[in-house]
């Protein structure tokens, strides 16, 4: 699909600021955006029907085929050689990092193709990046990868002996929302304290202090169930679970990421149908709806906890946001809190090309992959 595709060459033209590329790779599909200063020109949602087909062995082995695809969309955008100014690709999954964007170099693509962290799409965005850039001569650099971690040092301790609370979050989506916020707000975002809640397939927060995530809400380990997540589990069950006739962690994994959540109970991911249902007069998918919706707004007073109670705004964003009965779920059980604000969507590409034109513009540096140990 396209929007906002400008005549042949539009793209291309002269005026208007630096023309840039946004690549976020998913499964089975590729987004990309083409953006002059900031405003979208061209958007497309490519499909690989060979990789759902016949998937890959590796991740990685999708690479050519995902390249002519974005090159094929530069082409018909009428964007010749020597005319971006950067390409942005999604950070994929890669070791804790500090918020920012990455120039993509050798060591940041021989992590994301040894896939330690795991396989997915993602990882394919630096890659992509660096060899759509080629062409151009300009920068290719990932922004904001799901690994940054800036957890403070007390946030970090559970009750286990070297076990350690990790992020793992939508940190792309929340720290784009919270600079549109700070935008609107005529403030600058280190000045901000903020909890920001990402309603999605998964559902992570973080509550932002002085521009950084001092605490967050990580799905793969912890907080709110969503529509095939079961988030946080009792202890004692998981235990029971993990050693359970036939159990392995492919199976016991399984049940916690793909079979969790709403599909758990309904038999259905997509909350929009549990929401249906519940207005059909279901109520167990009413209750579990509300559930979801309690289970956010906890999380969201306890990203309130790591601000101190002292909270400028909530800001809500993701799929769900999108959705009324959800959104008022979670508002009317946090409002006491601070003002609820409302960013719906995951609007991803546009802010790859924001973190891209914040380099260009020497608003921020390019950092250089380099992973350590996050400070404690």
């Known amino acids: 699909m396209s929007a906002g595709a400008g005549p042949p060459g539009s793209g291309a033209g002269a005026g208007g600021g630096p023309l ?37 062995a590796r991740i990685w082995d999708e690479l050519p085929g995902r390249v002519a695809a974005a090159e094929d969309f530069l082409s018909r955008a009428g964007v010749r050689a020597g005319e971006l100014a950067a390409v942005a690709g999604r950070g994929g999954l890669l070791p804790p990092l500090a918020a920012g964007a990455y120039l993509v170099d050798d060591a ?36 904001d990868p799901v690994s940054v971690d800036e957890l403070a040092p007390v946030a970090r301790v559970t009750g286990l002996a070297g076990v350690e609370r990790s992020s793992f979050v939508h940190a792309l989506n929340l720290r784009a929302v919270a600079r549109r916020h700070a935008a609107g707000a005529g403030r600058p975002l280190e000045a901000l304290r903020l909890v920001l809640a990402h309603l999605g397939t998964g559902i992570s927060l973080c509550a932002l202090s002085g521009g950084r995530m001092v605490d967050v809400v990580n799905p793969r380990d912890e907080g709110p169930f969503s529509g095939d997540r079961a988030g946080g589990v009792p202890a004692n069950a998981l235990v029971d679970l993990c050693f359970a006739p036939g159990a392995d962690v492919r199976t016991v994994r399984r049940r916690l990421f793909g079979d969790g959540g709403l599909y758990a109970h309904l038999g259905t991911r997509d909350v929009r149908e549990a929401l249906a249902r519940a207005e059909r007069g279901d109520a167990r998918a009413a209750l579990l709806v509300d559930a979801m919706c309690y289970q956010a707004a906890k999380a969201v007073a306890a990203m309130a906890v790591a601000l101190d109670g002292r909270v400028d705004a909530i800001v809500l964003t993701g799929g769900l946001a999108h959705l009324a009965p959800v959104v008022e779920g979670v508002r009317r059980r946090v409002a006491w809190i601070a003002p609820v604000e409302i960013h719906p969507g995951e609007d991803e590409l546009r802010a790859l090309a924001e973190g891209a034109l914040r380099v260009l513009a020497g608003e921020e540096p390019a950092r250089r992959y380099a992973p350590l140990a996050p400070a404690r």
């Open 20 to 56: 840039v590329l946004a690549v976020n790779p998913g499964a089975g599909s590729t987004k990309l955006g083409l953006f002059r200063g900031g405003l979208p020109l061209r958007e497309e949602k490519v499909l690989h029907p060979e990789a759902m087909a016949r998937p890959a």
């Open 108 to 143: 940041l693509v021989a992590e994301l193709e040894r896939a330690a962290h795991g396989e997915h799409a993602s990882n394919l965005g630096a890659p992509m990046a660096r060899a759509l850039a080629a062409p151009h001569g300009c920068p290719a650099l990932v922004v």
